[in-house]
């Protein structure tokens, strides 16, 4: 499973940085994966999702890295945004107290459409996210959360 994940996790930072340049990364996010020397993704690709035409490979990627991670792992698309146009949204919550929780609140968050990376903390009691604010703002983050039983804490004075 280990060997899986690297060739996949190797693919998929040739095949970024391949289309996205050496482009600095906005403050707070991480940096862009680095390429191993001598790999590039046309050599990776076919030993990794064979028969894939270059449109389904990303949609393959995220299928076979959630296969054999059992759903712990998995890819989106490289953002169209530029970094700088992101929005960095933080929203204090109540009862993160476990993991599952914590995956429950972070899931319903990174899956919508517009997310481009999401954590969730129950020692912190946050969830947070960079979004393209031209595809969703804080109360579509903030009614996801809530369909998935998560308690927002109110506003100070309230």
Do not use: H
């Amino acid at each position: 499973m280990a060997s899986t994940i690297a060739a996949l996790v190797a693919a998929l930072a040739c095949m970024q940085a391949q289309g996205q340049g050496a482009a600095p990364p906005a403050q707070g996010l991480p940096p862009r994966p680095r390429v191993p020397a001598g790999l590039t993704a046309p050599r990776l690709v076919p030993s990794v999702i064979p028969g894939a035409r270059p449109e389904q490979i990303i949609e393959r990627f995220d299928n076979k890295l959630r296969e054999v991670s059992r759903s712990t792992f998995g890819i989106k698309p490289i953002c169209a945004t530029p970094r700088d146009k992101l929005q960095f949204i933080e929203i204090p919550v109540l009862g993160l107290d476990c993991k599952a929780c914590c995956l429950a609140a972070y899931e319903a968050v990174y899956k919508l459409e517009g997310v481009e990376q999401a954590t969730a903390s129950f020692k912190d009691g946050l969830v947070t996210a960079w979004i393209d604010p031209q595809q969703t703002n804080r109360e579509k983050l903030e009614a996801a959360l809530k369909q998935r039983n998560v308690t927002l804490k109110p506003p100070p004075g309230e």
